[in-house]
């Protein structure tokens, strides 16, 4: 997944500085864009995800129009170091009032960062989202699960028409079906390739777990350009006698496959857009604010929230009785364990894994797609309640918790390892969508 940039220069033509430059960022930008022969500003070249300026000088003013023409972002990295130089602000700040989309980053990491975006951009134009379910909201907790949104046509609607992802709805009854007539035999050979911890589990439901992550595989196979895979795994858990977690994280690890719990594709195609531009850890999990009170607590079956300065600015995360689905590369601990929630199978299995402590990112695309929400937070510690539905759950600290319950968009939410808020400016402008911070 590589954008492909074309330089351009001036009628003044290409001097030293100019060729210099462009061998620079051939290696810099190696991993992350194929930058075409330099051409005349005004040539066109099929194929493109956004001019690059090597060098950008007093013409620039003069040659708004065919800057223009091209339709098409405008990066300028001029520096020896990657980055913008500090006298082209002049240049950048005329060049926006004439309405182009201009990025001018001031650190190599995000001029990676904006061409991972426009990498992801073009190669999301065709890709799939793979999700397996038959009668969405109407089995387990149907009074909760009826209510979301990532199940409406509309939902995958917005996210064709802003993205070209198509959502592939499959039978997850057939998948299931399929992941039990695997023969042990052939999960426990899977097995023996993978070092993974495991606590506590029985071996019929490591089995079940590893055949679910064959009956996948399988599926995934069948496809071309699969960004990311989900599954209504609670709503309709009668369907199976596991659940997909081990999946999820055998998927990223070997195919580098993303993941949507609960078939939840808004919170899926928000990972993408955090993951593929920052090559940074990445999760979806439940927030539980404690301004939320006793609705919160019930949900997760605890007495009350850790004893903490300024609880109003805290929040609980929580999903499926531990943290959330975090795959080892990203994990500072992991461990297979048997299942917590009551509504899923006797047999299936949970995660318990955590992120490192310290800053995170919260981050939301919204229903219609065209906007997100961000917040910064940090990682505090994590929290065990015994005989909950959080055994083990994250303690994070947020700037404003009043603004946080106010803007969120959803109980879901996706973790960016790091404050990312400053660079997830730049690839909100990629895909023409609006951020809001909290």
Same mark, same amino acid.
């Given at each position: 997944m590589k954008a492909t940039l074309l330089p351009?220069?001036?009628?003044?033509?290409?001097?030293?500085?100019?060729?210099? %430059?462009?061998?620079?960022?051939?290696? !810099?930008?190696?991993? /992350?864009? #194929?930058?075409?022969?330099?051409?005349?500003?005004?040539?066109?070249?099929?194929?493109?995800?956004a001019l690059l300026f090597p060098q950008v000088l007093g013409e620039a003013y003069r040659s708004v129009a065919a800057i223009q023409a091209y339709r098409l972002p405008v990066l300028i990295v001029t520096s020896p170091f990657g980055t913008m130089n500090m006298w082209d602000w002049e240049i950048v700040t005329y060049?926006?009032?004439?309405?182009?989309?201009?990025?001018?980053?001031?650190?190599?990491?995000?001029?990676?960062?904006?061409?991972?975006?426009l990498a992801l951009k073009r190669h999301a134009q065709g890709a799939?989202?793979?999700?397996?379910?038959?009668?969405?909201?109407?089995?387990? %907790?149907?009074?909760?699960?009826?209510? !979301?949104?990532?199940? /409406?046509? #509309?939902?995958?609607?917005n996210i064709a028409e802003t993205f070209g992802i198509e959502v592939v709805v499959k039978s997850f009854r057939e998948l299931a079906q399929k992941a039990q007539g695997i023969p042990d035999a052939a999960a426990s050979a899977e097995w023996q390739q993978w070092d993974i911890p495991v606590a506590g589990v029985p071996e019929r439901s490591l089995w079940s777990a590893v055949k679910m992550y064959?009956?996948?595989?399988?599926?995934?196979?069948?496809?071309?350009?699969?960004?990311?895979?989900?599954?209504?795994?609670?709503n309709e858990s009668f369907f199976s006698d596991t659940t997909p977690c081990l999946a999820w994280d055998m998927l990223f690890e070997r195919y580098g496959i993303l993941w949507a719990c609960e078939a939840d594709i808004l919170s899926l195609l928000t990972e993408c857009?955090?993951?593929?531009?920052?090559?940074?850890?990445?999760?979806?999990t439940n927030i539980y604010p404690f301004l939320m009170g006793e609705a919160a607590l019930r949900h997760e079956r605890i007495e009350r929230f850790p004893d903490v300065p300024e609880p109003e600015h805290h929040a609980l995360l929580?999903?499926?009785?531990?943290?959330?689905?975090?795959?080892?590369?990203?994990?500072?601990?992991?461990?297979?364990?048997?299942?917590?929630?009551?509504?899923?199978?006797?047999?299936?299995?949970?995660l318990d894994a955590r992120l490192p402590e310290g800053s995170v990112t919260l981050v939301k695309l919204h229903p219609s797609c065209k906007k997100m929400v961000a917040a910064w937070g940090n990682l505090e510690g994590y929290v065990q309640y015994p005989g909950s539905d959080c055994e083990n759950g994250a303690l994070l600290r947020v700037r404003d918790g009043y603004r946080l319950v106010e803007g969120l968009?959803?109980?879901?939410?996706?973790?960016?390892?790091?404050?990312?808020?400053?660079?997830?400016?730049?690839?909100?402008?990629?895909?023409?969508l609006e951020l809001e911070e909290l």
């Open positions: 351009v220069y001036f009628a003044s033509g290409m001097d030293a500085e100019y060729r210099e %430059q462009v061998l620079r960022l051939r290696e !810099f930008l190696r991993n /992350e864009a #194929e930058i075409t022969d330099p051409v005349p500003l005004g040539n066109v070249v099929p194929g493109v995800d060049l926006k009032a004439q309405g182009l989309s201009v990025f001018a980053p001031y650190s190599l990491e995000l001029t990676k960062t904006i061409v991972r975006a799939k989202f793979l999700v397996f379910q038959d009668n969405p909201g109407e089995g387990m %907790q149907a009074e909760i699960f009826k209510r !979301f949104f990532w199940w /409406e046509e #509309e939902c995958r609607k064959l009956a996948l595989r399988e599926e995934l196979e069948k496809h071309e350009n699969v960004l990311g895979m989900g599954i209504n795994c609670l857009l955090m993951y593929f531009p920052f090559r940074a850890p990445v999760m979806m929580a999903h499926c009785g531990y943290f959330g689905i975090v795959p080892r590369p990203f994990a500072q601990s992991f461990c297979v364990r048997r299942k917590v929630l009551r509504i899923v199978d006797e047999n299936a299995i949970a968009y959803s109980h879901h939410v996706c973790l960016l390892g790091g404050a990312r808020i400053p660079e997830l400016r730049s690839v909100a402008r990629v895909f023409g």
